[in-house]
Nanobody, 126 residues
Framework: QVQLVESGGGLVQAGGSLRLSCAVS????????MGWFRQAPGKEREFVAA????????YYADSVKGRFTISRDNAENFVYLQMDSLKPEDTALYYC???????????????????WGQGTQVTVSS
């Protein structure tokens, strides 16, 4: 059974940085695009970033472009989200997700992902 386990969340002041990690227990991890999503209280889950299976292409929500960086290590089965210049509006529960199919492009909608982690909380104080 595929498992995704996020870590690295916490409390940080505005302008600070955090690095989220997602460990994926799957032999064929390198065949799937991966994504990060977030959900703030009272809001819908939203797309943050995605990366294709080989790591060549990355995609970002406009709200995080230039501040967040998604990457992956296919040898170790990890996907990362480096978050810099954090803002209070970045406060949310962050989820990593695995695409439903081993497709070339990385989905930017949650419907394109079938496996999800339990989430890690990020809180940015002003």
């Amino acid at each position: 059974q595929v498992q995704l386990v996020e870590s690295g969340g916490g409390l940080v002041q505005a302008g600070g940085s955090l690095r989220l990690s997602c460990a994926v227990s799957q032999r064929t991890f390198s065949s799937f695009s991966m994504g990060w999503f977030r959900q703030a209280p009272g809001k819908e889950r939203e797309f943050v970033a995605a990366i294709t299976s080989g790591g060549r292409y990355t995609y970002y929500a406009d709200s995080v472009k230039g501040r967040f960086t998604i990457s992956r290590d296919n040898a170790e089965n990890f996907v990362y989200l480096q978050m810099d210049s954090l803002k209070p509006e970045d406060t949310a529960l962050y989820y990593c997700a695995r695409a439903s199919l081993p497709i070339v492009d990385a989905p930017r909608q949650s419907s394109g992902y079938s496996m999800w982690g339990q989430g890690t909380q990020v809180t940015v104080s002003s």
